[in-house]
């Protein structure tokens, strides 16, 4: 049996990164990553669409579903330490507009690399192909596949989301062998499916700059943002920040639906008083153009069709105050009836995990068992969209890995 003084499981960014902090704070420890794909860091190659947005300048512990306790990890490892960190790899970095932190050279293999190459220097074992399919605590030791036996476990397996990256919930039936409550799982940042009628004839259209609303008996969310309508439901990071709640009503079969404002600056009333006064001016032009200067052409039809104007005609005839107020109600309130979301094997996230209440927010190790930690999305820690959920897992890996 191998001996080593620090053990984790999952090789991907919370894993790497507490390999990482305990080399660093401990010289000389033994470790060891076990990793059941083929390769490492497989999620971190397909983040921020292949660029890896690896933290967010706006990532604060509001960001997250339970900002108690991710506030102390947060505190200690801001987005500005996350990105020190990795300048410390050599990694260079540059944030857009939205706070979005992404490697110089535009590339999610340039962040595994500088983990990896990291790696190597320090001596950590990294065993791929290797997944942990038991581990036991037996005097004083944690005993993994009876084969490998060390002081202290870090799990790091993830989540449920994007199983094809590893992420397939394997790390659950560990934290609970351990005696660790997972509160529900639900997938998070993924599209929504709604009755599939209500956005025929939408799909690829773009909206920018909505407000999503959610609603679903006492569940209510709101998000905004660009949206995109798809051949079954809506997508865009305003949709996707929805998703967990539409998972969560929909597993409770209780009706959810989400409204879209397509103009959320402009009040109703100002909206319908803006309608008249062009429709006045458009009259003889074709009426499914009538919506071109506020919204995509389809979308706009869309509009105009759940406002019930006639379409048949082919000019803009003078809008009445009631067809003004109908389609003003329809910009401004365009109700998606939620059936779904596209499932974890979609989702970037997952909403839920290893009870929070069991792990010390200081340290990330558990309170049930000495010298068990908990790092990443395994955790029910869930952050927006945006590299934010990267910020948690990068933090939370280092400072799992300082073994305090």
């Not at 569940?219 to 079954?232: H, K, Q, R, V, Y």
Request: hydrophobic fraction near 40%.
């Amino acid at each position: 049996m191998k001996h080593y003084d620090l053990c984790i499981a999952g090789a991907c960014a919370s894993g790497l990164a507490a390999a990482l902090s305990a080399a660093k704070n401990h010289p000389g420890i033994g470790i060891a990553v076990l990793e059941k794909l083929p390769r490492t860091g497989k999620k971190i190659l397909v983040t921020g669409n292949g660029r890896c947005n690896l933290t967010n300048v706006n990532a604060v512990p509001g960001s997250y579903n339970n900002p108690a306790f991710a506030a102390p990890c947060l505190e200690k490892y801001s987005p500005e330490k996350v990105t020190g960190f990795f300048g410390s790899l050599g990694l260079l970095t540059y944030t857009d507009s939205a706070g979005r932190v992404y490697p110089r050279s535009n590339t999610a293999s340039s962040v595994l690399d500088s983990l990896r190459f990291a790696a190597e220097k320090y001596g950590i074992d990294i065993f791929t192909e290797t997944p942990v399919t038991s581990a036991v605590k037996k005097d004083g030791e944690f005993i993994i596949n009876n084969e490998f036996s060390c002081d202290k476990f870090i799990i790091a397996t993830g989540g449920k989301a994007s199983s094809p990256q590893g992420s397939d919930g394997s790390g659950y039936p560990l934290a609970k062998s351990f005696g660790h409550i997972i509160t529900p799982l639900f997938p998070s940042l993924v599209p929504v499916n709604t009755k599939p009628d209500e956005v025929r004839g939408l799909k690829g259209v773009r909206a920018a700059n909505v407000r999503l609303t959610f609603s679903a008996e006492d569940i209510n969310a709101s998000s905004e943002g660009e949206l995109l309508f798809t051949e079954n439901g809506i997508s865009g990071i305003c949709a996707m920040e929805l998703a967990s709640f539409a998972a969560k009503a929909v597993a409770k079969k209780i009706p959810a639906y989400i409204k879209v404002d397509f103009l959320p600056e402009m009040a109703e009333e100002s909206l319908e008083k803006y309608l008249s006064d062009t429709a006045r001016s458009k009259c003889g032009e074709p009426i499914d153009s009538f919506l071109t200067g506020i919204l995509p052409k389809p979308l706009g039809i869309a509009v105009l069709k759940k406002a019930q104007v006639y379409l048949g005609g082919s000019q803009v005839e003078e809008i009445s105050t009631g067809m003004a107020k109908a389609i003003a109600k329809e910009i401004k309130e365009f109700t998606l009836t939620v059936t779904g979301t596209k499932g974890f094997e979609n989702a970037q996230v997952t909403k839920g995990g290893v009870d929070t209440s069991d792990i010390n927010p200081e340290t990330m190790e558990s309170l049930l068992v000495p010298g068990l930690y908990f790092c990443g999305e395994i955790i029910d820690i869930d952050g927006l969209c945006g590299g934010f959920n990267l910020q948690w897992a990068f933090a939370s890996g280092l400072l799992a890995g300082e073994l305090g």
